[in-house]
């Protein structure tokens, strides 16, 4: 028997221990913040792999960078062709990133011999990087603020010295930089004005000035130009047009009309609305259409078009799964999200509207683009006919991007689930399709309608509807609503939530909207894997019923298995014994069974002192051995019925959680299983309901085995078989004790609930609840050599009796 003390500080590690995790493949855990609950992808528009970092994001500060890197760099490239003969870009790219200054270095030597001026500018550019500082926030370097004005006084002089074209726009660039590092933003703008403006043969050096330039018009409180000059870099550096935008970003800087009126033409008013209407948290259409007006090839149209769908993806699929990563205060206000979902409603029109108008631009490039964005935009406001006949226009429609193609199918699949009220082998053979080409897929938007799919489907199948509040295989209540559907749809509905779970569906995506397997294994009926296995054994099985069972990877071992799991957890030992029968012997003789299935399953060791002896039974035979009890038991008398129903309650005592034979009911076990469950129902508002199910589930209350200990000291002759059986019901009930404090201690609360607390409440409960089988015990079988051995080697059992009244 567990001690009071051991037992409380295993129950209190309950949601800190990983414990006995078996066949559990990796699932939803720690999620990537930048995926959120999403059908429609940006792939779908014409973006340059650069710009996809533009994606929206929940997040708001997203630093995701796939393509932004220039290999060789726009730098690298100017230099290499600065020195005038063939040097490799690593030569380069050592002297100027790694400071090399070696004469076999080609391009040292190339500069040594027709460019040394250049060598001079390298040293200072060389020593004003190291002097900036750097490190990172744990190990930060100060820039060496000295240096920096030496090397801008450095800058300056040489600027005015050198006619080198190429070396007098880097001299210039140095002083504006060296001058904001330093904190001089007067001289800074000055400087620009005075350095670079001159330079006829501006390079994207003049645009890193500009950048600089405009972080220091910022500054000093001038937003609006601002705006204007990070545009004007955004648009004409690739090599600053990520810290362009971020510089905006980084501030919440929005859209503001005062910054076209630095605009000198149409191209840099639209490079204005280009930058702005990426920008998040705000309405962008207004932009969208003057970018659309005034520069019809910009890059970034069809991308920002993207980004408003996906932004406004939230407010109509909020109620299907939960969405991580937004996290504002609409969220927390009911009220202030509805007000929020009703003006998206309007603004999801208007898009739409504008979408149907831009498939009709002929400036603008991919019709089939625009024709898509509108159909799936019907589709949230679950107007499925206009969203058909739309998608049917976007199919005709030539256009050469291939994720645009692979959208339009993933709608085709939305549509299907959406507008199917009766399915029909016509159905069930365009699903499969579908299935078949977005499962296990890497891109989480894929993995997010092929889990919705799968959920409609299953809802169809069980109910013969379509938009049930789906609660699935994991509601507990799946028996009831069997009776809805006959015994093939029973099982395709099964079959398709298990598709929905993070082990079967590998799609490498971590937003958790898949299910888990063992999960819906656990809860799942014996009655309803019954029909799964003649669903897969029948003889004439249709080509989608085959496809069905491929994509889960189920053979008839595996739903033999659960078969007789389910069987055994309902405590059907001789249709158990059946199922597991049919299983490859092999099975038994591998992981996890050798490794878990390795104690006597009738054997329980009255102390923890003690250890079970080795097993030798498989589990048919286990199974077959309680059938055989179970049968045998109702003829026999007296200690030999005893000794049966001691064996079988010992039987069932370790096919619960507590027992050494779990294997045999789940796949896994931990001991964070109970905390965890406890704690998401809290934080759900159905503790109470879920602790009464926990309560009554048999894998952890133990109550099979009880009842049976319960008729072996009803029969028993013997006393000290009486005590022995009292004493192993006396578990049971310590085991229901257990299950209580977990349920306490998440009520409670962790912090509050303390060891003195936890201590108290459980000699309280076990005096006025659970203490019925150790007064039996005491007062019964007192005389008994076992009630003396459990009064010396149990402490719970003697910590009852020193502090019963």
Sequence with gaps: MISSRRSSNRLRRLSLSIGILLAFACGPGLFDENEFLSYFLPESSQTRPQDRRYFFSPNLYSTEDPADTLKPDDNLKAWASYAGSSVSMASVAKVLYDADESRSNPFYAQLVRSHAPALTYLQLAHKAEKASGGGDMWNPVPADTTQLTQLLAEAKAAYAQTADPFLKERYAFQAVKLADQIGEIDQSITLYDQLVGPISQKSFISDWALSRHAGATLAKGDTARAIYEFAQVFDRCPSRRAQAESSLRIHGIRFREEALTFARNDQEKAAVYAICAIQPRQDALPLLEKLVELAPQNPLVELTMTREINRNEYFFLSDQNPIYGYDDASRRDSLAFEDRKKSSLTYAEKLREFALKSADNKQLNDPAFWLTAASYLAYLDKDYTD??????????????????????????????????????????????????????????????????????????????????????????????????????????????????????????????????????????????????????????????????????????????????????????????????????????????????????????????????????YTPVQFAQRMAQLQSQVGQATGDDAAKMYYELGCGAYNLSWFGNAWLLVKRSRSSAELGVALYATNRSGELERSSQRLMKTPYYSTEPAKAFFEQAMKLAKQPELAAKACYMAARCEQNELAIRLAIEEVKRGYADFDEKAQRDLSRKLRREQYGQYFARLSHEYGKTQFQSEMLRECATYADYVANRP
């Design 387 to 616: 969203a058909t006949s739309i998608l049917d226009k976007a199919a005709l429609a030539t256009t050469t991007n291939n994720e645009l193609k692979k959208q339009i199918s993933l709608q085709r699949m939305l549509l299907l689930a959406a507008q199917t009220e009766a399915i029909t082998p016509e159905t069930e053979t365009k699903l499969i399709g579908y299935l078949e080409e977005f499962g296990n897929r890497e891109n989480f938007r894929f993995n997010n309608a092929f889990v919705a799919v799968c959920k409609q489907f299953s809802e169809l199948y069980l109910h013969g509807s379509n938009g049930a509040k789906s609660s699935g295989w994991l509601s507990g209540c799946s028996r009831s609503k069997e009776k809805a559907a006959g015994g093939a749809a029973v099982a395709k509905s099964y079959l398709l939530t298990m598709l929905t779970s993070s082990q079967l569906n590998k799609s490498g995506a971590y937003v958790n909207v898949n299910t888990d397997q063992l999960e819906i294994e656990d809860t799942t009926s014996a009655s309803t894997v019954q029909q799964v296995v003649a669903f897969a054994e029948q003889p004439n099985a249709t080509d989608f019923d085959k496809r069905l069972l491929t994509l889960t990877g189920f053979d008839a071992d595996y739903l033999n298995t659960l078969l007789g799991r389910r069987l055994l957890a309902e405590h059907r030992y001789k249709e158990g014994g059946e199922a597991l029968a049919k299983v490859t012997p092999k099975v038994w003789k591998e992981d996890p069974f050798t490794t878990y299935f390795d104690k006597n399953p009738f054997e329980v060791p009255p102390t923890n002192k003690e250890l079970s002896p080795p097993n030798p």
